[in-house]
């Protein structure tokens, strides 16, 4: 199994490359996507999560309110160590259960938002970092999401350099341009893949 770790900063069009790495066969593996998944309503996730933080914390139709959560966790790092110590283990269980589901000879993506910022490179046999420049985030960001631009350029400065991450990079995929030019360039990175899952 060739365990490829998928980053990018906001704004970069990680998402987008994905998404057609799992249409060309990729496992996805998205942490972000599971952590919403195991507080959803009904689970034995989001019940804990209501027995340490209390009614509050939940919407008028029983799901979490993260905005509110959000603002409980994040001005007190005791809060937000108890809300990890709920969903971090969840979300390894998720991703073991997906890992032990997928073939000996799968490609697996982890979707890492943070994987530069937490040194996480270690981990993967292939780091692909998703890059384009800070004007064209900023821009992608207004277009797409609305976001006012000093919200954009907060969200950037906040997360690693575009340096810190290209430097844990085996392959970069340039995102600048149109979806067409990114569907031939992830099309190459697949080979790429495909051929270093091959030796094994």
Known sequence: MLKTG???????????????????????IDADRIAREVVEPGTPGLA???????????????????EKLGSIVFADSERLAALNAIVHPLVGERVAELQSGAADDAITVYDVPLLAENNLAPMYDVV?????????????????????????????AAQASREDRLAVADIVISNEGTLDELDARVDEVWEELTRRAARG
């Open 128 to 156: 692909i970092v998703v890059d384009a420049s800070d004007e064209t985030r900023i821009r992608r960001l207004a277009e797409h999401r609305g976001m006012p631009a000093a919200d954009a350029e907060a969200r950037i």
């Open 6 to 28: 998928l980053t990018g900063g906001i704004g970069s069009g990680k998402s987008e490359v994905s998404k057609r790495l799992a249409a060309r066969g990729a496992v996805v």
């Open 48 to 66: 804990r999560v209501v027995g340490v933080f209390g009614d509050e914390v939940l919407r008028p139709d029983g799901s979490l309110n993260r």
